[in-house]
């Protein structure tokens, strides 16, 4: 079972989506807050992003937003959070962001997210990290993504057990208990290359 006090969220900053993608920002945020973990986001007060944040808040979670001065400069931050760090760069930002989470859960998003997602798995194969990974498939949003993930084991340029580095859930609902009892695995990076 693994300690989370904190919660980092990786999910888009459009606001032209489906509601349902929306409807679930807002219920991950109350439900980081009913379970008394703090928000870490990449600072934003639009799309997706705004409202697990909004949500989050106002259900008593601190909030806390990492923000790269180059998108901060477009005033798109959100300027009502409980801490929010401006830094240099998108290197930083992500680095801080791994750093202050103690779980990631991915919801619908676009490249960026897909980034994140990649890089965070990528450092958990490198054993640079042990924390849980959960995607939330919301109507089957990343259906494609994981058929192609799944295409790369198949073809040998990922383990199978790789596969184990996250979990996928279709609610919002299950993503509590998927993150309280993800094994506490660490990757021997030693063996990526057998």
Request: proline fraction near 2%; charge should be negative.
């Amino acid at each position: 079972m693994t300690m989370i006090k904190s919660v980092c969220v990786y999910c888009g900053s459009s606001s032209r989506v489906d509601q349902a993608y929306k409807d679930a920002a807002v219920e991950l945020g109350k439900s980081l807050a009913a379970n008394n973990w703090d928000l870490v986001y990449g600072g934003g007060r639009v799309g997706l992003m705004g409202l697990v944040a909004d949500s989050a808040l106002s259900a008593g979670s601190k909030v806390v937003g990492i923000i790269p001065r180059h998108i901060q400069a477009r005033e798109i931050e959100h300027t009502d959070l409980t801490e929010l760090h401006i830094v240099d760069s998108m290197h930083i930002r992500k680095q801080m962001m791994v750093d202050r989470g103690d779980a990631f859960v991915i919801l619908a998003g676009g490249l960026g997210t897909l980034d994140e997602f990649f890089e965070i798995l990528t450092w958990k194969q490198l054993g640079l990290h042990d924390k849980p990974v959960v995607m939330v498939n919301i109507n089957g949003y990343w259906d494609k993504m994981l058929e192609a993930i799944k295409f790369i084991a198949d073809q040998k340029f990922m383990r199978e057990e790789d596969l184990r580095m996250f979990q996928v859930v279709d609610t919002v609902a299950e993503v509590a208990q998927a993150l309280t009892n993800a094994p506490h695995e660490r990757f021997d990076p030693s063996t990526k290359w057998i």
